[in-house]
């Protein structure tokens, strides 16, 4: 079986302080890891996603996230903080069956960013 | 940039109702797949759809619920006889793309 575990369920951040938010997996094989976000009363946007390449991965508006084996860790990073930033963040692994695959979620890190 | 889209975007509907979801895929996309999100819980699996047939699907998926590609472009979920516990944010995804979901109501 596979999971992902999000270490904290509210981060709060000052605007233009950097952004950590954290993810530890568990996996039999070598995961696939993405990050989505989602926004109040929005569907799920694709940050980034790991997929076996680079370890350090670059996603959209400025966030990555770090692939470390040795901590099965693939915690989500951004430099400085935006106000527009504020959202829901999920941890997902992937588990491909062979001809679908099945996105785990973990329960998700809201980011508050204050002035 | 294509997007999946999914309408109704809000749905109130009574107990032992049927409620049919809506999504439009991307159009060159094999596989779909439809998420819940019971308000404040996580994302759940609900089941995955590849060359018009289910190819897994979650514990929660039972006979209640079914899915089907009606005329190659519509990806339904239908929910035969709604539960109060089926009220979530109900999200359909063509593969790792998500539309902005349906929040379905039962009363």
């Known amino acids: 079986a596979q999971s992902v575990t999000q270490l904290d369920s509210h981060v709060s951040v000052s605007e233009g302080t950097p952004v950590l938010l954290r993810c530890n997996y568990s996996s039999s094989y070598s995961p696939s890891l993405f990050w989505y976000v989602q926004h109040p009363n929005k569907g799920l946007q694709l940050l980034l996603k790991?997929?076996?390449?680079?370890?350090l991965v670059k996603g959209i508006n400025g966030f990555e996230a770090e692939f470390k084996k040795s901590e099965t860790s693939f915690h989500l990073t951004k430099p400085s903080a935006h106000m527009s930033d504020a959202a829901e963040y999920f941890c997902v692994v992937i588990r491909n069956t062979g001809t679908a695959s099945k996105l785990t979620f973990g329960t998700g890190t809201r980011l508050q960013v204050t002035l | 940039e294509p997007e999946v889209t999914q309408t109704p975007s809000h749905q109130v509907t009574q107990m032992g109702q049927e409620v049919i979801l809506r999504c439009v895929p991307i159009?060159?996309?094999?596989?779909f797949y439809w998420y819940r999100q019971i308000l404040g819980q996580k994302v759940e699996f609900l089941v995955s759809f590849y060359n018009n047939e289910i190819s897994e699907k979650s514990e929660i998926f039972d006979d209640q619920f079914s899915v089907e590609r009606p005329d190659g472009s519509n990806f339904t979920l239908k929910i035969r006889s709604t539960k109060l516990e089926d009220s979530a944010m109900y999200f359909c995804a063509s593969e790792r793309y998500f539309g902005p979901g349906t929040r379905l109501l039962v009363l």
């Open positions: 159009s060159n996309h094999l596989y």
């Open positions: 790991y997929t076996s390449a680079a370890t």
